[in-house]
């Protein structure tokens, strides 16, 4: 009996890592892998601009529409009077749904006079910033030439098109012109292109509201993430192209990061560049940031705290330390899962000055700084610890006061929809603490279900992805995407993984230690979480599965370049592969599932 497909190509990715990692050497007799040329050069700038080029093109390429329906309309308690400009036999209603919840119904008449129930619409939280086709089960049977739309709440209703029996649109007018003024804007149907998916209906719509001075829907996370978010619809008007824009670009803009991450760690052009690539073949990486959520704006941030308290412990200078403690304060106005970010930090920081403690303590300099490490004029124990103490009033201020500072500020939309103009005023103060109140309990108190939800285990060996957008056509074909690791990343990198681990505790590498840290300081938390996750919590993990990558490249030598570059070619092969699951490309459903379904609980 022939192998599937589906089974043949995990085994053969499986097969090439284990050959990638027979190169290599004994970790037991391995020098520790030295410093190499850091300094950023003409190349470095080319290689990264070249990198980056390429993924943006791909990335900004069928990312949304960049026309929408932009007046809208809220018909609660009041109806408005669509003419189809004469009798017409009506085969469809298309609507563009805003924001606000409520239902409408929907009734035809023939005079004007008399109406008949056709249909009704409940538009509820999920309903919202899409295209919508109204259910007709009582299709007028004799020509009609008004329909009659009845709002109920304050749910807001933008262009409105009705066809007629030969399937063409007609030309309609209408009491209320916000339902027909931009008819040309009207799809033949409504895909992810032109409406919102997944938690869009959530995040786009309160960034929308920030810019509308509404208050927003959608507070179960700090604000700042969405007030980025609204960044692009104050750009490119609130289109789908608008809502998703910020995060592609900062999506584009973690390569460079990264580049810049793995050549302050490792040094040299090759491991850098592989690593950017790599992320840029990431499937997370791709479909997460050309969604409108605000997962990508806390990696970005984690990227910058983790690349700026390296920076710190490598150098012992303490600007580092404050940008690391600014990118940190950022990050948690974004997404309290930078509370974890933030807690790794605080334990390479701790044991960063538990060793330079011990080691001026006994005369000697500290082995974190080689670049610098000085033989003579040691600084006395005494003053190291005046030093410490300096050190941790500095950290109060950069990672306590002014973060503190950024995530309250971060709710002056909040208030300024309120009416309240002061952050000093008693009812600003009054809602910022409300909100946490209301985070906390509700995120602790989660029970809801999903069918692509998934636990920490899962995430680690890519077993459950989550799917965002699932859409079958009549010709066998489909379009469709979701968010999950490049297996190339996600098997190669656990295993990286593991020799960080017997690097840092056998051979005491610091730089092992560091990524070690920052990997589980973001998972070991949702190990003991209960309420119901999904794979794209592993995203942040996922930014240090790369970099263990990079540590396992640095420990090959010369003559092992090749599996290096092989690895890497391997990750942009398998994104090719998997790009139209990971884009929405329109493809041959039973095609796709034979190459793309390469485990049961893949729903690809």
């Known amino acids: 009996m022939p192998m599937k497909t589906t ?3 995990p085994i053969i990715t499986a097969l090439l890592i284990v050959l990638f990692y027979l190169g290599l050497p004994d970790l037991k007799r391995i020098p520790l892998p030295q410093s190499r040329e850091k300094r950023f050069d003409r190349r470095d700038a080319l290689l990264v601009a070249l990198l980056t080029l390429i993924y943006a093109a791909v990335a900004f390429w069928n990312l949304g529409d960049t026309q929408a329906p932009q007046t809208v309309r809220s018909l609660d308690g009041q109806s408005a009077v669509i003419d189809l400009g004469g009798e017409e036999n ?3 209603v298309q609507f563009y749904t805003g924001i606000g919840q409520g239902s409408y119904s929907f009734e035809f008449s023939a005079d004007g006079e ?21 259910d007709l089960p009582s299709a007028p049977q004799s020509p009609v030439r008004y329909l009659r739309i009845s709002g109920y709440g304050p749910a807001e209703l933008g262009e409105v098109a009705v066809y007629g029996g030969d399937g063409q649109m007609l030309p309609i007018t209408s009491d209320c012109p916000e339902l027909c003024d931009e008819q040309a804007l009207v799809p033949a149907e409504g895909t992810y292109l032109n409406s919102s998916y997944f938690d869009e209906i959530y995040h786009a719509r309160t960034a929308w509201e920030h810019l509308r001075n509404i208050y927003p829907y959608e507070v179960s996370h700090p604000p700042l993430g969405k007030l980025i978010l609204s960044v692009g619809i104050a750009l490119f008007g609130m289109t789908p192209f608008g809502w998703r824009f ?9 390569l460079p990061l990264m580049y810049a991450f793995a050549k302050k760690l490792y040094g040299g052009r090759l491991i850098p560049g592989c690593c950017a690539v790599i992320f840029a073949a990431d499937f997370m990486h791709f479909t997460q940031t050309r969604i409108a959520t605000i997962d990508t704006y806390a990696v970005f941030f984690i990227l910058l705290m983790y690349l700026f308290m390296w920076l710190f412990v490598s ?10 403690g600014l990118f940190f304060g950022l990050g948690a106005a974004s997404k309290w899962t930078c509370l974890y970010a933030g807690a790794g930090l605080g334990v390479i920081w701790l044991i960063y000055w538990v060793r330079r403690l011990i080691l001026h303590g006994r005369g000697q300099a500290s082995p974190l700084q080689p670049e ?11 003053t190291q610890t005046e030093l410490f103490l300096k050190n941790i009033l500095f950290c109060l201020l950069f990672f306590v006061l002014i973060p503190g500072v950024i995530y309250y500020l971060s709710y002056y939309p909040y208030a300024l929809a309120e009416g309240i103009t002061s952050p000093f005023d008693r009812g600003y103060a009054q809602i910022v603490l409300e909100n946490q109140k209301f985070m906390f309990t509700y995120h602790s108190g989660v029970t809801a279900e999903h069918p692509y939800s998934s636990r920490w285990y899962q995430w680690i060996l890519d077993i459950r992805p989550i799917l965002y957008y699932l859409k079958y056509y009549p010709d066998g074909t489909r379009s469709s ?6 297996p190339v990343l996600c098997w190669a990198g656990l295993l990286a993984l593991f020799v960080l681990v017997y690097m840092a505790l056998a051979r005491r590498d610091k730089k092992a230690g560091f ?4 990997y589980l300081a973001q998972l070991l938390p949702w190990v003991f979480i209960t309420r119901i996750t999904f794979e794209y919590h592993y995203f942040p993990s996922a930014v240090f599965l790369i970099l263990a990558l990079g540590y396992v490249f640095s420990l090959m030598g010369r003559q092992e370049r090749w599996r290096v570059l092989g690895l890497t070619g391997l990750s942009v092969a398998l994104f090719v592969l998997f790009y139209p699951a990971l884009s929405g490309l329109r493809v041959d459903n039973s095609t796709a599932s034979a190459l793309l379904q390469w485990l049961p609980t893949w729903p690809f």
């Open 246 to 254: 910020m995060g592609t670009l900062f999506g584009v803009l973690m």
């Open 315 to 324: 150098t012992d200078r303490w600007r580092y330390l404050a940008l690391s």
């Open 372 to 382: 610098q490490n000085r033989t003579v004029g040691v600084e006395p124990a005494l």
């Open 481 to 486: 995407f979701g968010a999950w690791v490049n």
């Open 515 to 518: 990524l070690l840290i920052g």
């Open 114 to 134: 008399t109406w008949l129930p056709a249909s009704s619409f409940e538009q509820g939280h999920a309903a919202l910033l899409k295209w919508q086709e109204l």
């Open 90 to 92: 009506v085969s469809r």
């Open 7 to 9: 089974t043949f190509f």
